[in-house]
């Protein structure tokens, strides 16, 4: 089955600086890629997704860039805020059923 | 306008005991999902249900019956709680079944004494 593994499992930044985390997936035939945010206390909210068509996808700060013959996919955040802290989850897909990263708990100083 | 609500928020029991979680969303979708959270903050599927019928049962003890009245209601009972069972519980919904981003609730903190 699917094995996703995601790092860092934490991250500081100083708040403007850029974060980055890394996602790796073992099915080749996974094609749907999402990014969520968890902040405490809440559900996981979705920010972000890309389909194995596409290589990069942006929205305003959040970028996501996908690597299909690696197997890697990555979520960039750039000029940080300090409610960007939160622990955010890449998740991978090739029909009905998310598998789960790990997990980042990304902390931005102000 | 919460889209995906869960009632209880918070659920502290005993050992033993059988307890039930609610789960409705207003966003029209025709799938709904249960995940399991545990202490270390990993999410994982434990049942998917597409206009009523299930479709993932993913190696959950037969302690944990899943229940869906209507395509907007994916109700979650646990019988014979046990310690392990200590977690968040998390409800959400999609449009489709394949594919197709989910919506979560804010989840249903479940304590066993």
């Known amino acids: 089955g699917e094995n996703v593994e995601q790092h860092p499992s934490t991250l500081s930044v100083q708040e403007g600086d850029s974060a980055v985390i890394k996602c790796t997936y073992s099915d080749s035939a996974s094609n749907y890629f999402p990014w969520y945010k968890q902040e405490l206390g809440k559900g996981p909210q979705l920010i972000i997704d890309?389909?194995?068509?596409?290589g990069e996808k942006k929205d305003q700060r959040i970028a996501v860039t996908l690597n299909k013959t690696a197997k890697h996919f990555s979520l960039h955040i750039t000029e940080t805020q300090p409610e960007d802290s939160a622990v955010y989850f890449c998740?991978?897909?090739?029909?009905?059923?998310?598998?789960f990263g790990t997990g980042t708990r990304l902390q931005v100083f102000p | 306008d919460t889209a995906v609500s869960q009632t209880p928020k918070y659920l502290v029991t005993q050992m033993g005991n059988d307890k039930s979680i609610k789960c409705e969303q207003n966003l029209g979708h025709d799938t709904m999902y249960w995940y399991k959270q545990d202490s270390k903050k990993f999410l994982k599927i434990m049942f998917s249900?597409?206009?009523?019928?299930?479709?993932i049962n993913e190696t959950v003890p037969n302690r944990f019956s899943p229940k869906s009245p209507d395509k907007a209601h994916l109700n979650l009972h646990i019988n014979s709680l046990e310690l392990g069972d200590s977690a968040v519980y998390f409800c959400a919904s999609s449009q489709e079944m394949d594919n197709q981003p989910q919506h979560f609730g804010d989840g249903t903190r479940l304590s066993i004494l």
């Open positions: 890309i389909r194995s068509n596409v």
């Open positions: 998740a991978a897909s090739k029909t009905d059923k998310l598998i």
């Open positions: 249900y597409n206009n009523k019928e299930l479709i």
